[in-house]
């Protein structure tokens, strides 16, 4: 099973509060492990000129109302920028299978202040991260839904609508799932 380029739906039955109702897109998974980006959880502090100016990147006036995400609980303190697939990064960006790219290095936050940058991005503050086995185990036990990404349902759809949409996408209604796990 590879999971690159899908989104995780938390369940409600999801005990972690950092993901609770969390859509996260995954970026790579492999036999080593899985790493992603929870991509519909805006940080209510911290907007992308905050963080322009703490590296000292002169921003253009579109980047004032960008929100930074929560990204996942790991690595807190690290950037990673979520992006459409025409944008690629002259030092490293991942190309992440359904139209997308992920890029860590501080040039797409330099282009994007410069309106150059992709044409649609995320800025995450850290990212979700499983051990070899440990999001398959995850996804047995009832944890997650995985479904196909789309831009359109990362980029466009409102944050706060983003799980319902998910859910929406495989055809099931939010308000007919149970909190309680089961196996038939």
């Known amino acids: 099973m590879n999971l690159e380029g899908k989104i995780l739906i938390a369940m409600p039955s999801m005990e972690d509060p950092r993901f609770a109702h969390s859509v996260v897109l995954l970026c790579s998974h492999s036999d080593q492990g899985a790493m992603g980006l929870i991509v ?10 905050d963080v322009l100016d703490q590296l000292d990147i002169s921003a253009a006036r579109e980047t004032e109302d960008m929100r930074v995400y929560f990204g996942g609980p790991v690595e807190t303190g690290r950037g ?5 697939e025409d944008y690629a990064s002259s030092l490293h960006t991942l190309a992440v299978p359904g139209g997308f790219g992920m890029t860590a290095t501080l040039d797409i936050l330099e ?3 410069q309106g150059k940058g992709p044409r649609h991005a995320i800025m ?19 944890g997650w839904l995985t479904a196909d ?32 796990a089961g196996h038939a």
């Open 124 to 142: 995450a503050l850290g990212y979700a991260g499983w051990g070899p086995g440990q999001l398959e185990g995850e996804i047995a036990q009832n």
């Open 80 to 84: 990673f920028v979520l992006h459409t």
């Open 111 to 113: 282009e994007i202040a």
């Open 40 to 49: 519909n959880k805006p940080n209510r502090d911290i907007k992308l000129h």
């Open 149 to 180: 990404a789309s831009v359109n349902l990362v980029f466009q759809v409102p944050a706060r609508e983003m799980w319902s949409a998910a859910l929406e996408s495989l055809g099931i209604d939010p308000l007919s799932l149970s909190s309680t």
